[in-house]
C-alpha cells in the first residue's frame, strides 16, 4: 500500500472519530470545525513535531491576542455611531501585535496565529458570543478555553493520522 493510500485511510478513520465524539459522548467539549482547520494546518506546516509545537502554540497566541480585541470591543457602546471605527481600530492593532510578536521565535508562525485569531471570531460572531458575560466567564464557553483546546486537539489529530497512516503501511506489508 502506498502512503498517500495509508494517509487518506487514517484521516478518513480519525476523522470519524472526530464526528463521532463530536456529536456524540462529548459534544460540546471542542469545535468540529476549529478542529479541522488545526489538523489541516498541521499539515500545511509540514505534519512534523515544529508544526505540531507551531500549530498549538500560535494558534492559541491567536485565540489569545483574538480575545482581548473582543474584550475591548465589548467596551464599546453598540449604538454608538462610532462603533465601526472603534472595533476595526481594535481589531487592527492586536493584529500588528499578533505580527509583530513572530520577532520570537515561538511566535513566529503567522499564519498559525491568524488560524487561531479567526477561528475565535467565528466563534464569537456565531452565535450572539461576543460578550463581556462570555469572554469573561470562567466556563468552557470562553473562547479561550474552547477554541484553544478544539485547536490543540485538531493539530494531535494531524499528528495522529500521520502515526496511524505509518502502522497501516506496516500491516499492509505483512
Not at 473582543?70 to 462603533?83: C, E, K, Q, Y
Not at 464569537?124 to 468552557?140: C, D, F, I, M, N
Request: aromatic letters at 10%; a neutral charge.
Amino acid at each position: 500500500m502506498n502512503s498517500l493510500t495509508a494517509l487518506s485511510l487514517s484521516i478518513g478513520i480519525l476523522s470519524g472519530v472526530a464526528t463521532f465524539l463530536a456529536v456524540g459522548p462529548t459534544a460540546g467539549i471542542f469545535l468540529i470545525w476549529a478542529l479541522t482547520i488545526a489538523w489541516a494546518a498541521y499539515f500545511a506546516f509540514g505534519a512534523t513535531k515544529e508544526a505540531l509545537k507551531n500549530v498549538i502554540v500560535c494558534g492559541v497566541f491567536g485565540v489569545a491576542m483574538a480575545w482581548i480585541a473582543a474584550v475591548l470591543i465589548t467596551t464599546i457602546p453598540a449604538g454608538s455611531a462610532a462603533f465601526p471605527l472603534m472595533a476595526s481600530i481594535a481589531v487592527a492593532v492586536s493584529v500588528v501585535v499578533l505580527c509583530l510578536a513572530a520577532h520570537f521565535p515561538q511566535f513566529a508562525t503567522i499564519p498559525a496565529s491568524v488560524l487561531g485569531y479567526s477561528a475565535t471570531f467565528a466563534y464569537l460572531l456565531e452565535g450572539g458570543k461576543l460578550t463581556p458575560e462570555v469572554l469573561l466567564s470562567a466556563h468552557w464557553g470562553n473562547p479561550l478555553l474552547i477554541v484553544s483546546f478544539s485547536l490543540a486537539l485538531g493539530a494531535y489529530f494531524g499528528e495522529g493520522s500521520v502515526l496511524l497512516s505509518k502502522k497501516i503501511e506496516e500491516l499492509a506489508k505483512k
